[in-house]
């Protein structure tokens, strides 16, 4: 295991990216290596923060950056990911750019909300961790029932889920900017 939290936080990214092609395959197998890769590239991005405060201090501006960066594009692949093996009509796709949308929102509102001085840890339903193990539950459960609702199902969830904790980020925060002027 690498000691480069850096390392690992690409490495994350590198795991996810074929898993949509291999979802687009539409084989068991191909769905079951898609859930162990995104298992490895979670755990990844789980290790890379631990790796960087307790092994060495390895904290920096550079590793934050770039974790909080590439977890989009993990997340993006794994809603992708689901899409594929969701009925891709009109309800998955809108479905799907509301999950997209709801994701970013979540992450962007903790990122501006701390920029100016506001701790957003633990605020809102579905932070980055909930969502994986959300999205990584409902891949488990298509992989053992087959059926591409369970994906849509899964979308429509997420997008409302996501979106909830963008709302509940953006009130926390105005309602601490309005009492502090």
């Known amino acids: 295991m690498p ?3 850096n390392a690992l936080t690409v490495s994350s990214l590198i795991i996810a990216l074929p898993t949509p092609y291999l ?8 769905y079951v290596l898609t859930f162990a890769l995104l298992i490895i590239a979670s755990a990844f991005d789980m290790l890379d923060g631990l790796i960087a405060r ?3 201090g390895r904290t920096s501006r550079l590793g934050a950056f770039l974790d909080s960066t590439l977890d989009r594009y993990v997340d993006f ?4 990911d689901l899409w594929i093996v969701s009925n891709m ?3 998955s796709m809108v479905s799907l750019l509301l999950a997209i949308l709801g994701s970013l929102m979540t992450s ?3 990122a501006r909300a701390e920029a100016l001085g506001i701790k957003m840890i633990g605020v809102g339903l579905l932070e980055r961790e909930e969502r ?3 999205i990584l539950l409902i891949l488990l459960i298509f992989i053992i029932t087959g059926a591409g609702a369970v994906a849509l199902y899964g979308l429509l969830l997420l997008a409302l889920l996501t979106n909830i904790t963008a709302i509940e ?7 601490s900017l309005g009492s502090s002027g």
């Open 108 to 110: 962007y509102t903790r």
């Open 89 to 91: 009509d009109l309800l």
């Open 132 to 134: 994986l193990i959300l």
């Open 77 to 80: 692949i794994a809603l992708i």
């Open 3 to 5: 000691r480069n939290p």
């Open 54 to 56: 307790y092994w060495g």
């Open 169 to 175: 980020r953006i009130v926390t925060v105005v309602k």
């Open 23 to 30: 979802m687009w395959l539409h084989h068991y197998w191909a």
